[in-house]
């Protein structure tokens, strides 16, 4: 089984990156996804990050404006934050490729937009960048999830760029196509090379 990488920032396509690997046959884990389920499931993270942040913690439950609000503003909180889940978050993606490999699932796909720096794109034989132009990804994220152009703005810029996300990884897709068909055939002319 081959592991895939996909990181880049938000807006940038990565869904649909995924997607042609998942009509391959491809086992998709989303960091986002279990950092959410282990913030519903595990005690011991919400205590970590309510020691770390504290106040974004109430009744067991995490005010994730609030916290967004502190690490998006403040780049060594966003350190801080993606010290304090790693570990956790690590060790559940683990699991994932070992369930993927046992399935005897051709490919998984681990979707993490802090791939290089939690340490699972050492579970990886590729990573792959997937960039896109600011002003699409605002307009994307603006779209989405119904956020102001500030919020937005905010979240991008607390993010790394384009360059950064390209430098760390093996590959780049670039997302600057005209629809979604043809950034799909773009991703799977490298996949089709890959795999």
Request: charged share 25%; net charge negative.
């Amino acid at each position: 089984m081959k592991v895939f990488g996909i990181t880049g920032g938000t807006g940038c396509g990565k869904t649909t990156a995924l997607s042609c690997l998942k009509d391959r046959g491809g086992y998709l884990i989303d960091c986002d996804e279990v950092y959410h389920r282990l913030l519903e499931e595990d005690r011991d993270l919400l205590a970590a990050l309510d020691a770390r942040f504290p106040g974004v913690v109430e009744d067991g439950v995490l005010d994730r404006k609030k916290l967004g609000t502190i690490v998006f503003a403040d780049p060594a909180a966003l350190q801080d934050l993606n010290a304090t889940i790693g570990p956790f978050v690590l060790r559940a993606i683990e699991a994932q490729v070992d369930a993927a490999r046992s399935q005897g699932a051709p490919v998984a796909a681990i979707d993490a937009i802090g791939l290089m720096e939690s340490g699972l794109g050492g579970l990886c034989d590729w990573t792959i960048a997937v960039t896109a132009p600011v002003e699409d990804r605002v307009r994307r994220l603006m779209a989405r999830e119904g956020i102001s152009e500030d919020y937005a703005r905010l979240r991008i810029g607390a993010q790394k760029s384009n360059e950064e996300f390209s430098r760390m990884c093996d590959y780049t897709l670039h997302n600057d196509c005209d629809s979604a068909q043809a950034f799909m055939e773009r991703c799977n002319a490298l996949f089709d090379q890959l795999i």
